[in-house]
């Protein structure tokens, strides 16, 4: 059976959607979506049964691996991590189960990432492995994979009085314009990076080895509405220049390729081709090199914000 947590609120929204849901969600937007997404708890057991295995892959976590598998059948899908459990995804259907798990932190953020992305893709939209901050009303997006500083970037941006849209994953829509649709307003903090009290503006969600939870506060995350796209920055790192160069769109093609979400079927690779075409051919791509350093951090802010909104 489902079950029903708390009372329904004022309407919530992420990448998008405005969540349906009795449950009581941390990371969510008030206001901004257009979709619906209905997100429900089960206490049935959640398996994949006769699904196909699509993928298995292995997440880092200092506290040891986290295992992830992604199946699918008949355009539904299941989808499991070690830290969080089960979901099951109808992503026509616009709606997602998840199964008990006793994290519900790790839930709510695992629920955000592959589950919520393939409903992303259904609406016709796409997901890049990217960060997000809003300067002047429009979107930078940060974009790298894991450990090269994006979340370091963002949080910057943030204490700067800029708007955080998205942490880790950014699900955009060329469907009139170029747009970036705010994620979940959570950080994910590395503990090396984190002096025992939250930064202005967020709260502690939860203390792990790995990470620092933080939520963003009320006053700070804003609503779901689309953001126009302004620029896309490519993170590189060099030992102690700090300079930023343009990407040509043919250049840009092979690094977006690495970090767009996509299934390995002609028709996939076909469409995420053209999608990540449109995008690179309406939205200046920059290079930043810098070092990774904390005391460079003001420099980076100031230096992009002064070159991507000219």
């Known amino acids: 059976m489902l079950e029903d947590h708390g009372s329904a609120g004022e309407a919530q929204c992420c990448f998008g959607f405005q969540i349906r849901s009795s449950y009581p969600f941390r990371f969510l937007r008030n206001g901004g979506g257009d979709s619906p997404l209905e997100v429900l708890q089960t206490t049935e057991q959640i398996a994949a049964d006769e699904a ?22 008949h355009g539904c899908f299941h989808f499991w991590t070690s830290d969080a459990g089960w979901y099951r ?15 519900e ?5 695992r629920l955000w990432g592959i589950p919520a992305v393939l409903c992303v893709k259904d609406r016709g939209d796409f997901a890049l492995h990217a960060a997000a901050v809003e300067v002047d009303g429009s979107a930078i997006l940060l974009a790298a994979p894991g450990r090269f500083g994006k979340t370091t970037l963002a949080l910057a ?4 009085g800029y708007r955080l849209l998205t942490e880790d994953t950014a ?9 970036l649709f705010p994620g979940p307003a959570c950080i994910r903090l590395r503990p090396d990076m984190f002096t025992g009290r939250a ?11 790995d990470r620092i939870h933080l939520t963003i506060n009320a006053d700070r995350k804003g609503d779901g509405r689309p953001v126009p796209i302004k620029a896309l920055v490519f993170l590189r790192e060099t030992a102690d220049s700090l300079y930023l160069e343009p990407v040509k769109k043919s250049e840009a093609l ?3 390729w690495t970090l767009t979400f996509r299934f390995q079927t002609d028709a996939e690779r076909r469409r995420a081709f053209q999608d ?8 200046p791509v920059w290079n930043l090199y810098r070092p990774l350093q904390v005391k460079a951090l003001d420099d980076v802010v100031t230096q992009l914000v002064e070159t991507c909104t000219r």
């Open 52 to 73: 196909t295995l699509l993928y298995e892959w292995t997440l880092p976590d200092r506290e040891g691996a986290v295992n992830a598998r992604l199946y699918g059948a």
């Open 171 to 179: 699900c955009c829509s060329l469907t009139t314009e170029p747009l």
């Open 254 to 256: 092979p690094d977006l």
């Open 89 to 103: 995804i109808d992503p026509a259907a616009r709606r997602i189960e998840m199964g008990e798990h006793d994290d």
């Open 157 to 160: 941006f943030h204490s700067r």
């Open 276 to 283: 990540l075409a449109d995008l690179a051919t309406v939205v």
């Open 199 to 209: 930064p202005a503006g967020t709260t502690v969600a939860a203390v792990r080895p």
């Open 105 to 109: 932190i790790r839930r709510e953020q």
